[in-house]
């Protein structure tokens, strides 16, 4: 044994353990109790399938090793599947937050905009009931109507439903009532649908262009405005399949071989507290998720299309002023068609006919301030009690973005994340799954399918299909949101964001693939985000983890030397009887 394990103990304290450790009876090193608690502790099978004393003659085909062992074939059935359990719990755990935080903000979101569009609707409500009453009857089912399209806009992107055709649906059906109550209030129609009058004015609205270009800027302001807003809603949704794609994705049989021999097969040989290598983790974990560390690069596209997307829609308030302008693009609307009126009324009558009239008593309208080009937010005496709600989505926005930015590297750091709390941290000796060694001596390989050519703990053929499905698909989506919407997503360091692997498929120092016998404290990818996901998001403790133990200070260095004294020498008396 290297002097190096025993910097803190004097030759008589190492003399005494020795010889403690030494005199363990024969009958308690040639007993598999340990391994039978573990097997009791952890809920794997029945305790009848685990021998009392190992044997030395067991037909294993995983825990293979020259020695007595306290594993059988249905011992090594049993940790597989334990194992598979046990690593899809966890990679659910770590998964959770990042799927709630997609969930929960794509209902934030949602929620926001159903209250902008109840704001707005009432908004415009209010503009006819205290200054256009004569109007006021007949336009709120077309009011009601437009907003419930525009709301299907966005909440269902699947929907066919088009921003500018129902804003102009709004102007066709207002033009009628406008025109013979405003402008004509001695016709002898009302404008409402059914008459010959109202119907030739309502198809020829966009030829007479009554409203002036009004009409045609706010299609333009709400179109452009809740385009961004609808795909953000479906670049949750894409995000949320995919969340739900990687949790139920298929660990492969050379995966569980290995999960199996870095977990379990120290038990075979009476070695329940051993710990694995964190190096030797890292690779098995690299190794067994492979396929889900091609997402890296799609993955990383899809965060900063979502951070462009929530800034195109809550930046400036663009979205919000878009809806509560609504009321004053309205309002001009009307004010633009009475302004004309006269000259208006000489080409109805030109396409549609004579207007037939009778004697009306005069009808008294107010006079409603004018509203400026751009949509902004004044104040009048007609506004509607509640608060405007501006703002909310720039708060919303800003607490998503705090959040999102720390799982940017989230499918790069989930390897490490899964070996976090299972190596060895401050010992002097650790699992290699060949056997007990001071440090890990196989070079540890990067992320990614084409990495694991060179990966000696698990075999790795191909990506998974499904996962493969997954990246291709996100990929699709990214594309189109890049050639619908230039400039959403695009960065321009894209080319120095590897996923995890060089063109040769093999992992340099600065990716956290150091050589042959680095120290597993060293062993971290250089992202800082990476970091972040692993200090800074919120999970729940994976299987087997225990906060209280992370919370703990770590046994003094003697505790670890008496350990792995112990450890040794009872794996010795087993060989040697």
């Known amino acids: 044994m290297s002097r190096a394990l025993l910097p803190s103990l004097t030759p008589c304290w190492t003399a005494l353990l020795l010889a403690l450790a030494l005199s363990v009876p024969a009958s308690g090193a040639h007993s598999c109790r340990e391994v039978k608690t573990a097997f009791q502790l952890r809920q794997i099978g029945p305790l009848k399938w685990v021998p009392e004393t190992p044997g030395t003659d067991v037909d294993l085909l995983v825990c293979k090793h020259d020695g007595p062992s306290c594993c059988t074939r249905r011992m090594e059935e049993s940790y597989r599947v334990a194992v598979v359990k046990e690593t899809l719990q966890n990679i659910r755990s770590y998964s959770y937050d990042l799927k709630s935080l997609l969930s929960a903000h794509a209902a934030a979101f949602h929620d926001t905009y159903q209250s902008l569009f109840i704001f707005s609707q009432d908004h415009l409500s209010s503009l006819f009931e205290s200054i256009y009453a004569p109007l006021s009857g007949d336009i709120s089912l077309h009011i009601s109507v437009l907003f419930s399209d525009l709301s299907l806009f966005i909440r269902d992107p699947s929907s066919n439903v088009s921003v500018e055709a129902a804003v102009h649906r709004f102007y066709d059906n207002l033009f009628p009532l406008v025109y013979t109550r405003l402008i004509y209030p001695g016709a002898a129609v009302d404008g409402t649908e059914g008459d010959e009058l109202s119907d030739c004015l309502r198809m020829t609205r966009q030829d007479l262009n009554p409203f002036g270009r009004h009409a045609l800027a706010m299609s333009e302001e709400l179109g452009e405005s809740l385009r961004d807003a609808r795909a953000l809603s479906r670049a949750f949704a894409v995000g949320e399949e995919l969340m739900n794609g990687t949790e139920t994705a298929p660990l492969s049989r050379e995966c569980t071989r290995a999960l199996v021999r870095m977990q379990y097969c120290p038990h075979c040989r009476g070695l329940t507290l051993i710990r694995p290598c964190g190096a030797f983790c890292l690779n ?294």
């Not at 009048?380 to 708060?395: A, D, F, I, Y």
């Not at 989506?477 to 400039?487: D, L, N, V, W």
């Not at 959403?488 to 590897?498: H, K, P, S, V």
């Not at 970091?531 to 800074?536: A, G, I, L």
């Open 284 to 577: 098995v974990m690299r190794g067994c998720l492979a396929s889900l560390s091609e997402l890296d690069m799609p993955w990383r596209q899809y965060v900063a299309i979502l951070e462009d997307l929530t800034k195109a829609v809550a930046g400036e308030h663009s979205l919000e002023l878009a809806l509560l302008g609504i009321r004053g693009r309205v309002n001009e609307a009307i004010l633009n068609a009475r302004l004309h009126g006269p000259s208006l009324a000489a080409t109805v009558d030109k396409v549609c006919g004579q207007t037939e009239t009778h004697s009306v008593e005069p009808t008294t309208i107010k006079t409603a301030p004018t509203v400026p080009d751009s949509p902004t937010l004044s104040t009048n005496q007609s506004s509607p009690p509640s608060s405007e709600p501006l703002g909310r989505l720039s708060h919303l926005r800003s607490e998503f973005m705090n959040y999102i930015g720390r799982y940017r590297a989230f499918f790069a750091a989930l390897p490490e994340m899964l070996c976090e709390g299972e190596v060895v941290r401050d010992e002097f000796s650790c699992w290699s799954g060949d056997g007990v060694v001071e440090s890990y001596a196989g070079r540890i390989v990067g992320n990614g399918v084409h990495a694991q050519r060179q990966n000696t703990e698990v075999r790795v053929r191909g990506a998974e299909p499904t996962l493969l499905e997954m990246k291709y698909r996100l990929e699709n989506f990214s594309q189109e949101i890049q050639e619908t919407m230039p400039g959403i997503g695009f960065r321009e360091t894209w080319e120095d964001l590897g996923s995890g692997e060089d063109a040769s498929g093999e992992c340099d120092d600065e990716d956290g693939c150091q050589g042959s016998g680095e120290s597993t404290s060293k062993i971290s990818l250089t992202d800082s985000t990476v970091t972040e996901v692993m200090k800074s998001a919120p999970h729940k403790p994976p299987v087997g983890r225990s906060n209280k133990g992370r919370s703990e200070a770590p046994p003094t260095r003697p505790t670890f030397t008496i350990l792995t004294i112990l450890t040794l020498s009872l794996g010795l008396q087993w060989t040697l009887n």
